[in-house]
């Protein structure tokens, strides 16, 4: 257990540095019954708890409420069972993604679901945020690879939610606590569902002179009844900041937009995609489209786009990186909107997106020790999301909502379709006690409680 | 409205005949505001009320609760909109399944969900059960292709649950209503998922001598990685009642078993499965292995299928289609064990399978005005399901929990597991009015209510 003033300052903000709490003490348990054991001590001595896997979150699902207990799950690393005829694994909730589909590599299975942060961000927080990847695109964020949920409720019994073959029955709780922040409690097992490594995948690089005829390139793809694995589009402000790092990829320079494009599967069905890609990318103004001609090369275009946040911390000591959604279509006129606002607030976008599900990445540099920067960063990002809004769009498309977007969760939802969210809420965690103030606004009125519950739904963040 | 008991009689029952209960009222709300106004008085007057589409669940979820007020959804047939763009539709509960697919076919689309009672089941009662079908194979249940809820909750207010786009924030209630059977409320409107028509459909009929080549031909074809659209199984007594019916599709009489396996996708890959297909067939003793002709013939194939439980009412008034899932690899022996257990009871059992699923149909033809006969069939059917289970399978597949199956929840889930579904249960339902004693066993001591709950979780039925 870690409780000295020094110790804790690294647990006072997850990835998104920008919202910070502090706990009074973090613990690092190992085993179901210990997450269980601590949670019955935090409501014994009526503290409130948060839990934390990796701290690669980037909407502040892990970010401390004053006072808490962090409940650091990333000593729980064991693979508990790995079911190659069901395809499916058990693992502990701090099993580094990206270490399980190596773990099963051999088997020729790997698990879908893949964060750019894959290589530090553990299953635990994937399931916690429902988090998705490149790979969303075509094989969906956690939500459908969850298969069963070992979990320890906010009093501190331990309760399995869904069933490791798949079959539901009864209410589907397992989708309710997948993407719920832990705020209905901590997941200390996760039965995963496994897939067959492709039997072929091909990477292509187009670069475009401009950003509209990318992004028609992706719509046109689409259309075209074409599922890619992966769809990815950087800018230009990314490619220099990718070209000019450790992860450099080979990016051309002088591109405004590049398309990563992945199509996986079995040979000829993969070749036919290939070359359907390639002259739709042609067909749009495509500068230079290119094949990977090998694992090898494959696997450096990956690394520019996964490295690209990484990439970008080179240029200040922080980094904003936003999560919206907006219709696929729209998505040159948000990008060209969101340049121009932001030039009007002194800060320069990088433009990251997962095109194909027009999930949009707009990332600021900039320096938290500058009051005014921040000041004019925070503003920025509150009108990213409203341009995305006004645009038809959502809050995240796969980084959760947090404590950073919890309040503009207003925009989308009604009073009446937040009430039933709250009673969920409030069913499992009475006394909100359980990684508080995340993901669920609080009622307008603080004292209005709903009559059929015992706890008012007050958020103490 | 109806209220006279000769009107009501046929309101008595869903398809699953074997459970009754009598109604006082049905009424035939047209809007979301007349069945948010009929609720409000059956609150007001303190009456259960039963959600009920076309009757055609197999699992007693639309059963009357004594005295209950049936809402009949049947007549809320509009399809609101049609978003071929973004492939999806917002339908009324009371559109038929296969309407919906009809509807939007010129656009390419068609629904996916594709129950055997498609011509006739509607949208909401899909949704109340998370009804499945033969192509649940490939596309799943219900529950992936529900994008988006409009729900009378049970108090009468009319609530929003996911997004059109299909971006799920805060807690995905959307996915704990699929499935729920109407005891948290009624569905008004559904925006489902709408995915193309493949480009090509080809459907092999494999006739085997035996049960078991039948089914190791099954899981010789998943091994091979191959996922079928659909892989159905059909023994001889089906066989025989199918080719005596109206039905007939011209299954060999001969033989023990047939598998429909059906395969859609590019021409190039259907082609390439195909042949596996038949090579895996003939591996395994297949007597016959044919390919339909043209979509007449992959029609009048599926039409015996289809068909199959009408076709087996021709065999006596009252069929009770059981639903359980086993292990795909112990279907042999669990339906080798069916059939002598059956024998036991001097009951004849009729097999259709989801082989591919491990989804098994065993069906009991029988005479309910012979209570003797009758009592015979309820102890076979509590055996079924337990020899399942004992096999490591699951009490449903796709037809739902409902009345029939609710107590043998416990087979399944410890009451620790069962608690969390009935906070939800009871914080949406306190005074359990809305279809009650469905899908959630009632706790072992009634008078035992959990502390957080103002309304006690008694089950009436």
Known sequence: MLHRPSDLFVYESDALTLLRGRPCAVVFPETTDEVSAVVRLCNEY????VPRGAGTGLSG???PVEGCVIVECSRMTRILEVDATNRCATVQPGVINAHLSEFVAPLGL??????SSESACTIGGNVAENSGGPHTLKYGTTSPH??????????????HLGRGDGHHLGYDLRGVFVGSEGTLGIVTAA???????PERIEAVLASF???????EAVSAIIAEGIVPAALEMMDDRTIAAVEASVYAAGYPRDAKAVLLIELDGTPEAVEDECV???????AHSAIEVRRARDAEERQAFWRG????FGAMGRLAPDLYVHDAVVPRTRLPEVVDRITRVAEGYGLRVANVFHAGDGNLHPNLSFDQRDPEMLSRVRRLGEEILRICIEAGGVLSGEHGIGLEKRDYMRLLFGEEDLEPMRWVHDTFDPEDRCNPGKAIPSPRACTESNPRHRGAAVVRF
């Open 110 to 115: 790997h698990y879908a679901p893949d964060p």
């Open 209 to 215: 002179p401009a950003l509209v005829p990318a992004c």
């Open 146 to 159: 969850v298969l069963a949920l070992e979990i320890v409720l906010p009093e501190g019994s331990v309760v």
């Open 61 to 63: 699902g892990a970010t």
């Open 46 to 49: 009526e503290l409130p708890f």
């Open 305 to 308: 786009r996964k490295g690209a």
């Open 276 to 282: 359907a890609v390639e002259r739709i990318c042609r």
């Open 191 to 197: 039965t995963v569902r496994l897939v067959p490594i």
